[in-house]
């Protein structure tokens, strides 16, 4: 299983980045795929899932309504569109996917929103 995570970067508060997650070595189309994200200091907290058709979407209350999860299953890639960022948002992002009982991560991209 391998989880390559892009498009971080710096953005100022209210501005909007896509992060990208690309997958392989899975079926990738047979899993929920999620997003997670680790600010400093604290610990990684959920932030989105998405069913293996996409069908199913699910989203902590801190971004719901700013952030949307999707998936393309011919790219085997899962996409997080970020809105209306704020200075919080700031933390290193992850893509999971839990396969037979085992968690995997990618190695995480970083998002800092500042002016």
């Known amino acids: 299983v391998q989880l390559v995570e892009s498009g971080g970067g710096l953005v100022q508060p209210g501005g909007s980045l896509r992060l990208s997650c690309a997958a392989s070595?899975?079926?990738?189309?047979?899993?929920?795929m999620s997003w997670y994200r680790q600010a400093p200091g604290k610990e990684r907290e959920f932030i989105a899932e998405?069913?293996?058709?996409?069908?199913?979407?699910n989203y902590a209350d801190s971004v719901k309504g700013r952030f949307t999860i999707s998936r393309d299953n011919a790219k085997n890639t899962v996409y997080l569109q970020m809105n209306s960022l704020k200075p919080d948002d700031t933390a290193v992002y992850y893509c999971?996917?839990?396969?037979?009982?085992?968690?995997?991560w990618g190695q995480g991209t970083q998002v800092t929103v500042s002016s």
């Open positions: 070595g899975f079926p990738f189309s047979s899993y929920t």
């Open positions: 998405i069913s293996s058709t996409g069908a199913r979407t």
């Open positions: 999971k996917v839990k396969r037979a009982g085992n968690d995997y």
